[in-house]
Protein backbone atom coordinates (compact mmCIF):
# COMPACT_ATOMS: atom_id res chain seq x y z
CA UNK A 1 0.00 0.00 0.00
CA UNK A 2 2.97 2.37 1.01
CA UNK A 3 4.56 1.79 -2.32
CA UNK A 4 1.24 2.83 -4.34
CA UNK A 5 0.73 5.40 -2.45
CA UNK A 6 4.26 6.28 -3.48
CA UNK A 7 3.74 6.05 -7.27
CA UNK A 8 0.54 7.95 -7.30
CA UNK A 9 2.33 11.12 -5.21
CA UNK A 10 2.38 13.72 -8.19
CA UNK A 11 5.40 14.40 -6.94
CA UNK A 12 6.72 11.43 -8.27
CA UNK A 13 4.70 10.74 -11.52
CA UNK A 14 6.69 14.64 -12.42
CA UNK A 15 9.80 13.28 -12.20
CA UNK A 16 9.14 10.56 -14.60
CA UNK A 17 7.34 12.73 -16.82
CA UNK A 18 10.67 14.81 -17.07
CA UNK A 19 12.99 11.64 -17.66
CA UNK A 20 10.80 10.71 -20.21
CA UNK A 21 11.34 13.80 -22.27
CA UNK A 22 15.21 13.75 -20.73
CA UNK A 23 15.15 10.26 -23.05
CA UNK A 24 13.15 10.94 -26.16
CA UNK A 25 15.60 14.33 -26.72
CA UNK A 26 18.58 12.07 -26.36
CA UNK A 27 17.41 9.72 -28.93
CA UNK A 28 16.37 12.43 -31.41
CA UNK A 29 19.87 13.98 -30.62
CA UNK A 30 21.43 10.85 -31.57
CA UNK A 31 19.09 9.59 -34.63
CA UNK A 32 20.29 13.10 -36.04
CA UNK A 33 23.59 13.33 -35.99
CA UNK A 34 25.57 13.00 -39.43
CA UNK A 35 27.54 9.63 -38.30
CA UNK A 36 24.36 7.75 -37.45
CA UNK A 37 23.86 6.58 -41.42
CA UNK A 38 27.39 5.88 -42.01
CA UNK A 39 26.89 3.57 -38.73
CA UNK A 40 23.29 1.91 -39.25
CA UNK A 41 24.95 1.00 -42.70
CA UNK A 42 27.93 -0.61 -41.41
CA UNK A 43 25.34 -2.94 -39.21
CA UNK A 44 23.11 -3.48 -42.54
CA UNK A 45 25.92 -4.12 -44.15
CA UNK A 46 27.77 -6.80 -42.37
CA UNK A 47 25.92 -9.68 -43.85
CA UNK A 48 27.27 -8.74 -47.24
CA UNK A 49 30.74 -7.37 -46.41
CA UNK A 50 31.53 -11.43 -46.77
CA UNK A 51 29.63 -12.01 -49.99
CA UNK A 52 31.83 -8.74 -51.46
CA UNK A 53 34.90 -9.64 -49.65
CA UNK A 54 35.19 -13.00 -51.98
CA UNK A 55 33.96 -11.45 -55.08
CA UNK A 56 36.79 -8.80 -54.71
CA UNK A 57 39.42 -12.02 -53.64
CA UNK A 58 40.99 -11.72 -57.01
CA UNK A 59 41.54 -8.14 -56.99
CA UNK A 60 42.40 -8.12 -53.53
CA UNK A 61 45.55 -10.54 -53.97
CA UNK A 62 46.68 -9.07 -57.31
CA UNK A 63 47.01 -5.87 -54.75
CA UNK A 64 48.97 -8.55 -52.42
CA UNK A 65 51.14 -9.11 -54.57
CA UNK A 66 52.07 -5.91 -55.90
CA UNK A 67 49.89 -6.19 -59.40
CA UNK A 68 47.77 -3.52 -58.11
CA UNK A 69 46.80 -1.65 -60.31
CA UNK A 70 47.08 -3.92 -62.85
CA UNK A 71 49.50 -4.37 -65.54
CA UNK A 72 48.83 -5.02 -68.98
CA UNK A 73 49.34 -8.08 -70.86
CA UNK A 74 47.93 -7.02 -73.97
CA UNK A 75 48.12 -5.85 -76.31
CA UNK A 76 52.48 -5.38 -77.08
CA UNK A 77 53.26 -2.14 -76.14
CA UNK A 78 50.34 -1.00 -73.78
CA UNK A 79 50.55 2.21 -72.14
CA UNK A 80 50.39 1.74 -68.07
CA UNK A 81 48.19 4.28 -65.92
CA UNK A 82 49.71 6.87 -64.08
CA UNK A 83 53.14 5.47 -65.21
CA UNK A 84 55.22 8.54 -63.96
CA UNK A 85 53.48 8.35 -59.86
CA UNK A 86 54.15 4.22 -59.97
CA UNK A 87 58.16 4.52 -61.28
CA UNK A 88 58.52 7.35 -58.32
CA UNK A 89 56.69 5.19 -56.23
CA UNK A 90 58.89 2.03 -56.95
CA UNK A 91 61.91 4.16 -57.20
CA UNK A 92 61.46 4.94 -53.42
CA UNK A 93 60.69 2.12 -51.89
CA UNK A 94 57.23 1.48 -52.11
CA UNK A 95 57.50 -1.19 -55.19
CA UNK A 96 54.69 -2.75 -57.73
CA UNK A 97 55.28 -4.75 -60.69
CA UNK A 98 53.01 -2.21 -63.08
CA UNK A 99 55.95 0.64 -61.50
CA UNK A 100 59.00 -1.96 -62.24
CA UNK A 101 57.72 -2.48 -65.77
CA UNK A 102 56.63 1.47 -66.51
CA UNK A 103 60.42 2.04 -65.51
CA UNK A 104 61.92 -1.09 -67.80
CA UNK A 105 59.51 0.26 -70.72
CA UNK A 106 61.16 3.47 -70.44
CA UNK A 107 64.70 2.21 -70.27
CA UNK A 108 63.39 -0.17 -73.73
CA UNK A 109 62.53 2.87 -75.41
CA UNK A 110 65.58 4.95 -74.75
CA UNK A 111 67.21 1.85 -75.95
CA UNK A 112 65.28 1.56 -79.06
CA UNK A 113 66.32 5.24 -80.23
CA UNK A 114 69.53 4.58 -79.63
CA UNK A 115 69.66 1.81 -81.03
CA UNK A 116 68.52 3.22 -84.23
CA UNK A 117 70.60 6.53 -84.53
CA UNK A 118 73.89 3.91 -83.35
CA UNK A 119 72.90 1.53 -86.11
CA UNK A 120 72.33 4.70 -88.92
CA UNK A 121 75.63 5.88 -87.71
CA UNK A 122 77.55 2.58 -88.02
CA UNK A 123 78.52 3.39 -84.49
CA UNK A 124 81.99 1.14 -83.18
CA UNK A 125 81.79 -1.29 -80.53
CA UNK A 126 83.24 0.48 -77.73
CA UNK A 127 80.43 3.32 -78.53
CA UNK A 128 77.77 0.01 -78.34
CA UNK A 129 78.81 -0.73 -74.81
CA UNK A 130 79.22 2.47 -73.87
CA UNK A 131 75.73 3.47 -75.30
CA UNK A 132 74.18 0.63 -73.43
CA UNK A 133 76.01 1.43 -70.00
CA UNK A 134 75.00 4.63 -70.03
CA UNK A 135 71.55 3.88 -70.33
CA UNK A 136 71.48 0.79 -67.94
CA UNK A 137 72.94 3.43 -65.43
CA UNK A 138 70.34 5.75 -65.79
CA UNK A 139 67.37 3.81 -65.69
CA UNK A 140 68.65 -0.37 -64.04
CA UNK A 141 70.94 1.00 -61.57
CA UNK A 142 67.80 3.64 -59.88
CA UNK A 143 65.50 -0.13 -60.08
CA UNK A 144 67.78 -2.12 -58.27
CA UNK A 145 69.89 0.25 -56.10
CA UNK A 146 66.74 0.62 -52.95
CA UNK A 147 66.23 -3.05 -52.62
CA UNK A 148 70.13 -4.15 -52.49
CA UNK A 149 70.37 -6.87 -49.87
CA UNK A 150 66.44 -7.71 -49.51
CA UNK A 151 63.58 -8.54 -51.37
CA UNK A 152 61.50 -6.27 -53.82
CA UNK A 153 58.49 -7.77 -52.18
CA UNK A 154 57.77 -9.75 -49.24
CA UNK A 155 58.10 -13.65 -49.82
CA UNK A 156 55.16 -15.49 -48.91
CA UNK A 157 54.87 -19.00 -47.39
CA UNK A 158 51.93 -20.58 -50.19
CA UNK A 159 54.63 -22.47 -51.79
CA UNK A 160 53.51 -20.49 -55.08
CA UNK A 161 55.77 -20.68 -58.30
CA UNK A 162 57.09 -17.95 -60.54
CA UNK A 163 58.91 -19.14 -63.75
CA UNK A 164 60.95 -16.69 -65.31
CA UNK A 165 60.73 -17.08 -69.03
CA UNK A 166 62.86 -15.43 -71.70
CA UNK A 167 61.43 -16.05 -75.32
CA UNK A 168 63.25 -14.89 -78.04
CA UNK A 169 60.79 -14.88 -81.62
CA UNK A 170 59.25 -18.57 -79.54
CA UNK A 171 56.53 -20.17 -82.33
CA UNK A 172 56.36 -22.54 -78.87
CA UNK A 173 55.93 -20.59 -76.19
CA UNK A 174 52.17 -21.31 -76.28
CA UNK A 175 52.40 -24.30 -75.98
CA UNK A 176 55.23 -24.06 -73.32
CA UNK A 177 52.41 -22.15 -71.33
CA UNK A 178 49.63 -24.70 -71.34
CA UNK A 179 51.92 -27.10 -70.55
CA UNK A 180 53.09 -25.64 -67.51
CA UNK A 181 49.39 -24.72 -66.23
CA UNK A 182 47.65 -28.18 -67.99
CA UNK A 183 50.35 -30.38 -65.76
CA UNK A 184 50.88 -28.74 -62.68
CA UNK A 185 49.11 -29.73 -59.45
CA UNK A 186 48.58 -26.11 -58.03
CA UNK A 187 47.93 -24.39 -61.16
CA UNK A 188 46.19 -21.26 -59.22
CA UNK A 189 49.55 -21.06 -57.82
CA UNK A 190 51.78 -20.42 -60.93
CA UNK A 191 52.96 -17.18 -61.84
CA UNK A 192 54.71 -16.72 -65.23
CA UNK A 193 56.73 -13.50 -65.85
CA UNK A 194 57.53 -13.77 -69.79
CA UNK A 195 59.95 -11.46 -71.70
CA UNK A 196 58.63 -11.43 -75.21
CA UNK A 197 61.12 -10.62 -78.05
CA UNK A 198 59.45 -11.02 -81.22
CA UNK A 199 59.26 -9.39 -84.84
CA UNK A 200 56.16 -7.30 -84.27
CA UNK A 201 55.78 -5.69 -87.87
CA UNK A 202 54.87 -2.55 -86.45
CA UNK A 203 58.36 -0.43 -86.47
CA UNK A 204 58.90 -0.51 -90.19
CA UNK A 205 61.10 -3.06 -90.20
CA UNK A 206 61.10 -6.34 -92.07
CA UNK A 207 60.80 -9.54 -90.54
CA UNK A 208 63.24 -12.03 -91.16
CA UNK A 209 63.76 -15.92 -90.78
CA UNK A 210 66.75 -17.08 -89.34
CA UNK A 211 69.87 -18.26 -91.42
CA UNK A 212 68.72 -21.30 -93.51
CA UNK A 213 70.37 -23.47 -95.28
CA UNK A 214 69.37 -23.90 -99.12
CA UNK A 215 72.19 -26.24 -100.25
CA UNK A 216 76.13 -26.62 -100.83
CA UNK A 217 78.44 -24.48 -102.52
CA UNK A 218 81.31 -25.96 -104.50
CA UNK A 219 83.83 -26.24 -102.01
CA UNK A 220 80.91 -28.90 -100.21
CA UNK A 221 79.56 -26.30 -97.54
CA UNK A 222 76.45 -25.70 -96.42
CA UNK A 223 75.19 -21.81 -97.78
CA UNK A 224 72.66 -20.32 -95.77
CA UNK A 225 70.42 -17.20 -96.51
CA UNK A 226 68.09 -15.05 -94.71
CA UNK A 227 64.44 -14.61 -95.97
CA UNK A 228 61.49 -12.29 -95.10
CA UNK A 229 59.01 -13.39 -93.18
CA UNK A 230 55.68 -12.52 -91.38
CA UNK A 231 55.37 -10.78 -88.09
CA UNK A 232 56.16 -13.36 -84.81
CA UNK A 233 53.18 -15.10 -83.34
CA UNK A 234 52.62 -13.58 -79.77
CA UNK A 235 52.02 -16.39 -77.58
CA UNK A 236 51.02 -14.40 -75.06
CA UNK A 237 48.10 -13.44 -76.78
CA UNK A 238 46.97 -16.91 -78.15
CA UNK A 239 47.43 -18.14 -74.39
CA UNK A 240 45.34 -15.58 -72.71
CA UNK A 241 42.95 -15.06 -75.07
CA UNK A 242 41.95 -19.02 -75.03
CA UNK A 243 39.03 -19.33 -72.87
CA UNK A 244 40.40 -22.37 -70.96
CA UNK A 245 43.48 -19.93 -69.74
CA UNK A 246 42.61 -16.46 -70.05
CA UNK A 247 41.68 -16.38 -66.49
CA UNK A 248 45.13 -16.87 -65.23
CA UNK A 249 45.66 -13.52 -67.34
CA UNK A 250 43.24 -11.78 -65.65
CA UNK A 251 44.14 -12.50 -62.13
CA UNK A 252 47.57 -11.19 -62.68
CA UNK A 253 49.41 -14.93 -63.47
CA UNK A 254 50.75 -14.18 -66.54
CA UNK A 255 53.00 -10.90 -66.79
CA UNK A 256 54.83 -9.77 -69.61
CA UNK A 257 57.58 -7.14 -71.13
CA UNK A 258 57.44 -6.83 -74.90
CA UNK A 259 60.30 -5.89 -76.86
CA UNK A 260 61.37 -5.53 -80.46
CA UNK A 261 63.79 -8.11 -81.85
CA UNK A 262 66.44 -5.70 -82.76
CA UNK A 263 66.78 -4.47 -79.52
CA UNK A 264 67.12 -8.17 -77.90
CA UNK A 265 70.66 -8.12 -76.19
CA UNK A 266 71.07 -12.26 -75.58
CA UNK A 267 70.03 -14.26 -72.93
CA UNK A 268 70.92 -12.93 -69.63
CA UNK A 269 69.85 -9.40 -69.77
CA UNK A 270 66.84 -11.50 -71.32
CA UNK A 271 66.54 -12.89 -67.73
CA UNK A 272 67.39 -10.18 -65.60
CA UNK A 273 64.40 -8.22 -66.84
CA UNK A 274 62.42 -11.37 -66.34
CA UNK A 275 63.49 -11.67 -63.13
CA UNK A 276 62.11 -8.02 -62.17
CA UNK A 277 58.31 -9.50 -63.34
CA UNK A 278 58.85 -11.63 -59.95
CA UNK A 279 56.21 -10.45 -56.85
CA UNK A 280 57.08 -12.56 -54.05
CA UNK A 281 56.40 -16.04 -54.96
CA UNK A 282 58.05 -18.42 -52.39
CA UNK A 283 59.95 -20.52 -55.54
CA UNK A 284 61.78 -18.79 -58.40
CA UNK A 285 62.01 -21.45 -61.33
CA UNK A 286 64.52 -19.98 -64.32
CA UNK A 287 63.83 -21.90 -67.68
CA UNK A 288 63.50 -21.91 -71.22
CA UNK A 289 60.50 -20.99 -73.83
CA UNK A 290 60.40 -24.26 -75.44
CA UNK A 291 59.53 -26.92 -72.78
CA UNK A 292 57.04 -29.56 -71.94
CA UNK A 293 56.11 -30.69 -68.26
CA UNK A 294 55.35 -33.73 -66.79
CA UNK A 295 52.19 -34.45 -64.48
CA UNK A 296 52.40 -32.62 -60.98
CA UNK A 297 56.19 -30.70 -61.71
CA UNK A 298 54.89 -28.29 -59.66
CA UNK A 299 54.25 -29.87 -56.47
CA UNK A 300 57.47 -32.54 -57.11
CA UNK A 301 60.18 -30.16 -57.50
CA UNK A 302 59.02 -28.40 -54.33
CA UNK A 303 59.40 -31.73 -52.77
CA UNK A 304 62.73 -32.23 -54.45
CA UNK A 305 64.22 -28.95 -53.39
CA UNK A 306 63.22 -29.39 -49.80
CA UNK A 307 64.78 -32.99 -50.00
CA UNK A 308 68.10 -31.38 -50.31
CA UNK A 309 70.49 -31.34 -47.10
CA UNK A 310 71.20 -27.48 -47.86
CA UNK A 311 67.31 -26.74 -47.88
CA UNK A 312 66.61 -23.46 -47.84
CA UNK A 313 69.87 -22.99 -49.66
CA UNK A 314 69.42 -25.34 -52.25
CA UNK A 315 69.25 -25.19 -56.10
CA UNK A 316 67.86 -27.66 -58.31
CA UNK A 317 69.64 -27.42 -61.92
CA UNK A 318 69.96 -29.67 -64.62
CA UNK A 319 70.18 -29.82 -68.37
CA UNK A 320 66.60 -32.01 -69.47
CA UNK A 321 66.00 -34.19 -72.00
CA UNK A 322 64.77 -33.62 -75.38
CA UNK A 323 61.73 -34.40 -76.58
CA UNK A 324 59.64 -33.82 -80.44
CA UNK A 325 56.20 -33.54 -80.15
CA UNK A 326 53.88 -31.86 -76.93
CA UNK A 327 51.60 -33.68 -75.24
CA UNK A 328 53.95 -37.53 -75.13
CA UNK A 329 56.19 -36.85 -72.52
CA UNK A 330 55.56 -38.00 -68.69
CA UNK A 331 59.20 -37.18 -66.94
CA UNK A 332 61.03 -39.82 -64.43
CA UNK A 333 64.05 -40.56 -66.29
CA UNK A 334 66.89 -39.62 -64.27
CA UNK A 335 68.06 -36.07 -64.04
CA UNK A 336 71.43 -35.31 -65.40
CA UNK A 337 74.69 -34.01 -63.32
CA UNK A 338 76.21 -30.73 -64.34
CA UNK A 339 79.88 -31.93 -63.33
CA UNK A 340 82.10 -30.87 -66.71
CA UNK A 341 83.27 -28.05 -68.01
CA UNK A 342 85.59 -26.16 -70.24
CA UNK A 343 87.65 -23.51 -71.29
CA UNK A 344 86.19 -23.04 -74.59
CA UNK A 345 88.84 -22.63 -77.85
CA UNK A 346 86.55 -20.74 -80.12
CA UNK A 347 87.23 -17.56 -80.81
CA UNK A 348 83.94 -16.76 -81.12
CA UNK A 349 83.67 -17.39 -77.07
CA UNK A 350 87.10 -15.77 -76.07
CA UNK A 351 87.88 -18.76 -74.43
CA UNK A 352 85.08 -18.24 -71.53
CA UNK A 353 83.83 -21.85 -69.46
CA UNK A 354 81.17 -23.67 -70.82
CA UNK A 355 79.37 -26.12 -68.61
CA UNK A 356 78.40 -29.88 -69.74
CA UNK A 357 77.27 -33.06 -68.23
CA UNK A 358 79.21 -35.38 -66.41
CA UNK A 359 77.00 -38.69 -66.02
CA UNK A 360 73.16 -39.23 -64.36
CA UNK A 361 71.62 -39.47 -61.18
CA UNK A 362 70.61 -43.26 -60.44
CA UNK A 363 67.37 -42.11 -59.80
CA UNK A 364 66.51 -44.06 -56.70
CA UNK A 365 68.93 -42.24 -54.41
CA UNK A 366 67.84 -41.66 -50.95
CA UNK A 367 68.27 -37.79 -51.69
CA UNK A 368 69.50 -35.53 -53.67
CA UNK A 369 72.96 -34.92 -54.15
CA UNK A 370 75.23 -31.93 -55.05
CA UNK A 371 76.56 -31.17 -58.43
CA UNK A 372 79.04 -28.45 -59.66
CA UNK A 373 77.19 -26.03 -62.21
CA UNK A 374 73.83 -24.18 -62.32
CA UNK A 375 72.35 -24.44 -66.26
CA UNK A 376 70.77 -21.10 -67.43
CA UNK A 377 67.94 -22.93 -68.83
CA UNK A 378 66.68 -24.52 -65.94
CA UNK A 379 67.20 -23.80 -62.49
CA UNK A 380 64.59 -24.14 -59.01
CA UNK A 381 64.87 -22.82 -55.83
CA UNK A 382 63.67 -20.70 -53.16
CA UNK A 383 63.23 -16.85 -53.90
CA UNK A 384 65.76 -15.51 -51.74
CA UNK A 385 68.18 -16.65 -54.31
CA UNK A 386 67.11 -13.57 -56.35
CA UNK A 387 68.47 -11.47 -53.05
CA UNK A 388 71.65 -13.47 -52.80
CA UNK A 389 72.34 -13.57 -56.14
CA UNK A 390 70.36 -10.62 -57.95
CA UNK A 391 70.72 -11.25 -61.88
CA UNK A 392 73.36 -8.88 -63.53
CA UNK A 393 71.69 -5.92 -66.27
CA UNK A 394 75.70 -5.12 -67.36
CA UNK A 395 76.03 -8.48 -69.18
CA UNK A 396 74.42 -7.47 -72.72
CA UNK A 397 75.10 -9.74 -75.98
CA UNK A 398 76.69 -12.17 -74.04
CA UNK A 399 75.38 -15.82 -75.18
CA UNK A 400 78.07 -17.67 -72.92
CA UNK A 401 79.74 -17.11 -69.89
CA UNK A 402 75.65 -16.62 -67.47
CA UNK A 403 76.34 -20.15 -66.56
CA UNK A 404 79.24 -20.13 -64.64
CA UNK A 405 78.75 -16.85 -63.45
CA UNK A 406 75.30 -17.84 -61.74
CA UNK A 407 76.97 -20.83 -60.54
CA UNK A 408 80.42 -19.40 -58.76
CA UNK A 409 78.40 -16.74 -57.33
CA UNK A 410 75.41 -18.89 -55.60
CA UNK A 411 78.13 -21.14 -54.42
CA UNK A 412 79.95 -18.15 -53.04
CA UNK A 413 77.01 -17.46 -51.47
CA UNK A 414 76.37 -20.07 -49.60
CA UNK A 415 73.94 -22.06 -51.93
CA UNK A 416 74.28 -25.49 -53.00
CA UNK A 417 73.20 -27.14 -56.02
CA UNK A 418 71.65 -30.14 -56.84
CA UNK A 419 70.77 -32.40 -59.34
CA UNK A 420 66.91 -33.31 -59.62
CA UNK A 421 66.99 -37.24 -59.58
CA UNK A 422 64.32 -37.63 -61.75
CA UNK A 423 63.89 -35.09 -64.83
CA UNK A 424 59.77 -32.97 -64.71
CA UNK A 425 61.00 -31.15 -67.89
CA UNK A 426 61.97 -31.83 -71.33
CA UNK A 427 63.22 -29.29 -73.29
CA UNK A 428 63.02 -29.34 -77.42
CA UNK A 429 66.48 -29.08 -78.79
CA UNK A 430 66.55 -27.45 -81.90
CA UNK A 431 69.51 -27.50 -84.99
CA UNK A 432 70.88 -24.79 -86.16
CA UNK A 433 69.69 -25.86 -90.16
CA UNK A 434 66.34 -25.41 -88.79
CA UNK A 435 66.17 -21.81 -89.23
CA UNK A 436 65.24 -20.09 -86.22
CA UNK A 437 65.90 -17.01 -85.44
CA UNK A 438 69.02 -16.16 -82.54
CA UNK A 439 69.39 -12.97 -81.57
CA UNK A 440 72.55 -12.34 -82.12
CA UNK A 441 71.51 -12.34 -86.07
CA UNK A 442 69.29 -9.38 -85.38
CA UNK A 443 72.24 -7.26 -83.27
CA UNK A 444 73.62 -6.00 -86.51
CA UNK A 445 70.60 -6.01 -89.23
CA UNK A 446 69.52 -2.78 -89.04
CA UNK A 447 73.25 -1.40 -89.49
CA UNK A 448 74.14 -4.39 -92.17
CA UNK A 449 76.88 -5.71 -89.94
CA UNK A 450 75.89 -9.66 -89.49
CA UNK A 451 78.76 -9.88 -87.30
CA UNK A 452 78.54 -7.04 -84.84
CA UNK A 453 77.46 -9.17 -81.81
CA UNK A 454 80.60 -11.24 -81.48
CA UNK A 455 82.73 -7.77 -81.79
CA UNK A 456 80.55 -5.98 -79.06
CA UNK A 457 80.14 -9.22 -76.72
CA UNK A 458 84.31 -9.56 -76.33
CA UNK A 459 84.29 -6.50 -74.74
CA UNK A 460 81.85 -7.00 -72.02
CA UNK A 461 82.49 -10.79 -71.25
CA UNK A 462 85.71 -9.32 -69.58
CA UNK A 463 83.25 -8.86 -66.76
CA UNK A 464 82.80 -12.25 -66.31
CA UNK A 465 86.04 -13.29 -66.81
CA UNK A 466 87.47 -10.95 -64.59
CA UNK A 467 85.48 -12.32 -61.61
CA UNK A 468 86.28 -15.88 -62.01
CA UNK A 469 90.01 -14.11 -62.07
CA UNK A 470 91.44 -14.99 -65.64
CA UNK A 471 94.94 -13.33 -65.37
CA UNK A 472 93.99 -11.73 -68.83
CA UNK A 473 91.08 -9.94 -67.46
CA UNK A 474 92.55 -8.14 -64.38
CA UNK A 475 91.45 -4.27 -63.12
CA UNK A 476 94.45 -2.30 -64.51
CA UNK A 477 94.39 -4.47 -67.84
CA UNK A 478 90.99 -3.85 -68.64
CA UNK A 479 91.42 -0.28 -68.02
CA UNK A 480 94.48 -0.17 -70.00
CA UNK A 481 92.73 -1.76 -72.92
CA UNK A 482 89.89 0.89 -72.57
CA UNK A 483 87.26 -1.45 -71.18
CA UNK A 484 86.72 -0.40 -68.03
CA UNK A 485 82.94 0.60 -68.28
CA UNK A 486 82.41 -3.18 -68.29
CA UNK A 487 83.24 -3.11 -64.46
CA UNK A 488 80.35 -0.51 -63.63
CA UNK A 489 78.67 -1.39 -60.36
CA UNK A 490 80.45 -4.81 -60.64
CA UNK A 491 80.54 -4.56 -56.75
CA UNK A 492 76.68 -5.50 -56.67
CA UNK A 493 76.64 -8.65 -59.20
CA UNK A 494 79.89 -10.25 -58.02
CA UNK A 495 80.60 -13.31 -56.07
CA UNK A 496 79.81 -13.77 -52.47
CA UNK A 497 80.91 -13.18 -49.39
CA UNK A 498 80.21 -16.64 -47.53
CA UNK A 499 82.38 -18.88 -49.20
CA UNK A 500 85.75 -18.11 -51.02
CA UNK A 501 85.56 -18.26 -54.50
CA UNK A 502 89.19 -20.54 -54.36
CA UNK A 503 87.19 -22.76 -52.45
CA UNK A 504 84.93 -23.27 -55.03
CA UNK A 505 87.59 -23.87 -57.87
CA UNK A 506 89.09 -26.28 -55.81
CA UNK A 507 86.09 -27.88 -55.29
CA UNK A 508 85.19 -27.92 -59.18
CA UNK A 509 88.96 -28.56 -59.77
CA UNK A 510 89.02 -25.43 -62.23
CA UNK A 511 92.45 -23.97 -63.08
CA UNK A 512 92.12 -20.53 -64.27
CA UNK A 513 95.64 -19.82 -64.68
CA UNK A 514 96.36 -22.85 -66.97
CA UNK A 515 92.95 -22.45 -68.64
CA UNK A 516 91.91 -26.20 -67.26
CA UNK A 517 89.09 -27.76 -66.10
CA UNK A 518 89.61 -31.60 -64.24
CA UNK A 519 88.06 -34.39 -62.88
CA UNK A 520 85.32 -34.01 -59.84
CA UNK A 521 84.32 -37.75 -59.02
CA UNK A 522 82.56 -36.41 -56.17
CA UNK A 523 79.58 -34.80 -58.77
CA UNK A 524 79.65 -37.12 -60.84
CA UNK A 525 79.51 -40.01 -58.25
CA UNK A 526 77.26 -37.88 -56.21
CA UNK A 527 78.47 -38.59 -53.06
CA UNK A 528 77.82 -35.01 -51.67
CA UNK A 529 74.50 -34.51 -49.86
Not at 281 to 289: A, I, L, P, R, W
Request: aromatic share 10%; hydrophobic share 40%.
Amino acid sequence: MQAFALASHPLFIGLLLLLGAALSISFFLVASHPDADSARMQRSDAKGSASESRQLDHRDKNELHGLGPPLPYLPPFAEIENADELIADTLNGNPTVAGIVAQLNKFLKALHDSNLRNAKLKVEPEGLVKAYFDLAKEYLHPLDEPYRGRPIFDIREDDSVFISLAAFREHLLTQTLKSAFDQAENPDKLFIGAVVQNCFGTDGRQCKTGLQVIGKNAAGKDQVKMSDAPPDVNGIEEFCTDPKYEKYCKMGHVRALYLHDTDALGPAVARYYASKLWAGETYFMQMDSHLEFAPKWDTKYIAEVKAAKSFPKSILSSYPPGFQNFGEYTGGSPGTRLCTCQFSTNDVENHIIRINTGGACKGNEPFPTQIAFIAAGFFFARAEFLVDVPFDPFVPWCFMGEEIALSMRAWTMGWDIYAPRQNLIAHQYRPGRLGLPKFWESVGRDSGRPGLNTRVQKHVLRRIKHMVGYTTDTKELIDADGDGIVLEDFEHYTVGTVRPLNEYLELTNINVEEMRCGRMPWCTQGTLP
